[in-house]
């Protein structure tokens, strides 16, 4: 048998789910969008100029100041994370209504693979989710991998039964297995689900009898209007106990201190939380123990002035996006007006294609974004873009969205 020649690879046989496996949209556009004199309005990315460095220095040498101490953090820890930690995160549960204790919550390595382990918990190959159209891609990417089928979750302005779902789910040749939504200033729209939505939500899941997955990582960053009630705490209201609810909570410390400290978190009844707890064994055994306890540090001590900061900063962004695009949008464009979070969702009339738009915007203006159509499970909304305001300044802002207003001012509108 001859060897490879330099223009051969050899791959093996992989698993079927390997297909169903794919690179982000937004992961590939960071290496693009970080060329000199591009403004970026693409990654849901903090701004590092609310990193609070300062506390995180002095974290990690407290952690590290006592040598027992230092030999904790650095070894092997609970699967289900620190327990001091996992209590301080039950009084912040508390806070949003929720009564709950430390066995209700699993540490994991960032929400992202909270999503993760529960698409591996529910999921079989063509079993039905739930989700909404546009959603969360990097949901989208943690499902996939189980290959299921998805189903678009429709909650306002609807007539749609539970009946049509469980029809719908039984074609598909699976079950239906749980919805899943971003209840607070969604990524990608930027949109807060309202209380009759979630209201609906909860009714719904009860005529189906599944879970429902409510991924709220920006929840403390609201600017305008009042906070609405969390699902799983609307859901405590009618089952009496967090062991009762099929709510389960994806929080996370990324948004609040740095996505470089990798932990989020799962609140669920504990019959859940037990079998997470087993995926978490056979995944990573644990999250960092350093960083579990480094997160700690800052929430005890400072949790509140990191949201007050973030609020302020954001706050004046999104107004200045908001401003810029109603100065500098086309005719026909619309846009959301989220009252927190990081992102806004702009809708441009039929016939616009966001990929392409993409390519002449880096190209001839310097301008980045995500196309809407990586958002939907289902390849649709091509006339849809992702604007993210967290990262660049208000003057990049302004420039970005009068650059992008004149691009697609320049693009001929097809006829429909």
Request: some cysteine.
């Amino acid at each position: 048998m001859s060897a490879l020649s330099d223009l051969e690879t050899w791959e093996p046989r992989y698993a079927s789910r390997a297909a169903r496996m794919q690179a982000s949209e937004i992961r590939d556009l960071l290496s693009i969008v970080e060329k000199p004199g591009v403004i970026s309005f693409a990654g849901g990315i903090p701004d590092p100029a609310l990193f609070p460095l300062d506390d995180i220095r002095a974290a990690y040498q407290a952690v590290l100041a006592s040598d027992d101490r230092a030999n904790r953090a650095m070894q092997y820890s609970a699967s289900e994370g620190d327990p001091d930690l996992r209590d301080w995160i039950v009084g912040y549960m508390a806070g949003k209504g929720v009564d709950c204790t430390r066995e209700n919550i699993l540490i994991t390595n960032g929400s992202q693979q909270g999503l993760e382990f529960l698409g591996k918990l529910f999921l079989s190959p063509y079993d039905t989710a739930l989700v909404g159209a546009p959603t969360y891609l990097g949901a989208l990417q943690a499902f996939s991998a189980y290959e299921p089928v998805y189903d678009e979750l429709r909650l306002d302005d609807t007539n749609r039964t539970a009946l049509s779902y469980q029809d719908a789910a039984s074609e598909a040749g699976g079950a239906l297995k749980f919805s899943y939504v971003v209840s607070d200033f969604s990524n990608p729209t930027g949109e807060t689900l309202s209380l009759a939505a979630r209201t609906h939500l909860l009714r719904l899941a009860g005529e189906l009898d599944i879970p429902i997955i409510e991924d709220n990582p920006y929840s403390d960053l609201r600017y305008d209007g009042e906070p609405v009630p969390t699902i799983q705490s609307l859901n405590l209201q009618a089952c009496g106990s967090i062991n009762g609810s099929r709510v389960i909570y994806c929080g996370s410390f990324s948004k609040v201190f740095t996505p470089g400290l990798r932990v989020g978190w799962i609140c669920a009844s504990e019959k859940i939380i037990s079998r997470l707890i087993l995926i978490k064994q056979a995944s990573d055994l644990n999250s960092s123990a350093i960083n579990q306890a480094v997160a700690l540090h800052l929430a005890e001590r400072c949790y509140d002035q990191q949201i007050s900061k973030g609020r302020a900063s954001y706050r004046l962004k999104r107004d200045a996006m908001l401003k810029a695009l109603s100065a500098h949008m086309p005719k026909g464009a619309s846009w959301t007006k989220p009252e927190g979070g990081l992102f806004v969702w702009l809708t441009l009339p039929e016939g616009f294609d966001g990929a392409d738009l993409l390519q002449k915007s880096i190209a001839g203006f310097g301008v980045a974004f995500v196309p809407g159509r990586a958002f939907y499970a289902d390849g649709g909304g091509k006339n849809t873009l992702r604007l993210s305001f967290s990262l660049p300044d208000i003057e990049n802002i302004e420039t970005g969205i009068r650059r992008l207003g004149a691009l697609i001012g320049e693009v001929a509108t097809p006829t429909p």
